[in-house]
C-alpha cells in the first residue's frame, strides 16, 4: 500500500503507452488524471478497451479533450493537485508534429 500517493496526469491515456503507464502507476497506488481525445487516427473501440482496463480503479479519472487546447486543461489543472505529468502527444507515424 503507497501511504504518499502521486497525482499523475497522463496525456494519450487511452493509446498504448499512456494505457500502460497509467496501469502501472494505478498498481503502485498512485492516482491517475487521464487525457485524450480518442480521435480515429486509429482505432477508438482499441482505445474505449484501453480504458475500461483503468475505469475500474477509483484512482482513475478521464476527460476526453484535445490536449493541443491549452484552456481545456485549465479545469483538470486548477481542481487537482498535481505531483507529475506525463505526456504522450505523438501520433503514431507523425513525423511533421513533435
Same mark, same amino acid.
Given at each position: 500500500?503507497?501511504?504518499?500517493?502521486?497525482?499523475? +496526469?497522463?496525456?494519450?491515456?487511452?493509446?498504448?503507452?499512456?494505457?500502460? &503507464?497509467? $496501469?502501472?502507476? *494505478?498498481?503502485?497506488?498512485?492516482?491517475?488524471?487521464?487525457?485524450?481525445?480518442?480521435?480515429?487516427?486509429?482505432?477508438?473501440?482499441?482505445?474505449?478497451?484501453? +480504458?475500461?482496463?483503468?475505469?475500474?480503479?477509483?484512482?482513475?479519472?478521464? &476527460?476526453? $479533450?484535445?490536449? *493541443?487546447?491549452?484552456?481545456?486543461?485549465?479545469?483538470?489543472?486548477?481542481?487537482?493537485?498535481?505531483?507529475?505529468?506525463?505526456?504522450?502527444?505523438?501520433?503514431?507515424?507523425?513525423?511533421?508534429?513533435?
Amino acid at each position: 500500500m503507497n501511504t504518499n500517493p502521486t497525482t499523475w +496526469l497522463i496525456t494519450g491515456a487511452a493509446g498504448f503507452i499512456g494505457m500502460h &503507464t497509467s $496501469l502501472r502507476l *494505478l498498481e503502485r497506488d498512485d492516482k491517475v488524471i487521464g487525457l485524450d481525445n480518442l480521435n480515429d487516427y486509429y482505432d477508438v473501440f482499441l482505445k474505449q478497451a484501453r +480504458l475500461a482496463k483503468l475505469q475500474p480503479h477509483a484512482s482513475f479519472t478521464f &476527460t476526453r $479533450l484535445m490536449w *493541443l487546447t491549452a484552456m481545456a486543461w485549465q479545469p483538470c489543472l486548477l481542481t487537482k493537485s498535481l505531483g507529475a505529468l506525463s505526456v504522450w502527444r505523438r501520433r503514431a507515424g507523425d513525423r511533421e508534429h513533435p
